[in-house]
């Protein structure tokens, strides 16, 4: 069974930063693409793309987000990463992690258990 971990969130200070991390456990034949997303509390409906990364390394941002956060893979770890700079407080959100990858029973689909991030002064 493939889990995925989130973890790096917390509170932070405007124009701070913060390293998000999503550990990925189990079998996993290859992985097809990860992303971050990010949903308000209060907006359970609408889930954001932030960042988005491909197995041949292709990078996708949200406008909102780029300039300002690098998602990366340490695929030696089985971790990405979301690093996140120049904070403000429209980041405040849940953050998720997604995979999309082949395992033994075909093709998955799975989210993390979301960290939060706060960003206040």
């Known amino acids: 069974q493939v889990q995925l971990v989130e973890s790096g969130g917390g509170w932070v200070q405007p124009g701070g930063s913060l390293r998000l991390s999503c550990a990925a456990s189990?079998?996993?034949?290859?992985?097809?693409?990860m992303g971050w997303y990010r949903q308000v509390p209060g907006k359970e409906r609408e889930r954001e793309l932030v960042a988005h990364i491909t197995s041949g390394g292709s990078t996708n941002y949200a406008d909102s987000a780029k300039g300002r956060f690098t998602i990366s893979v340490d695929n030696a770890k089985r971790t990405m990463y979301l690093q996140m700079n120049s904070l403000k407080p429209e980041d405040t959100a849940v953050y998720y992690c997604?995979?999309?990858?082949?395992?033994?029973?075909?093709?998955?689909?799975?989210w993390g258990q979301g960290t939060l991030v706060t960003v206040s002064s």
């Open positions: 189990g079998t996993i034949f290859s992985v097809y693409a």
């Open positions: 997604n995979v999309e990858a082949l395992i033994a029973e075909g093709n998955l689909d799975t």
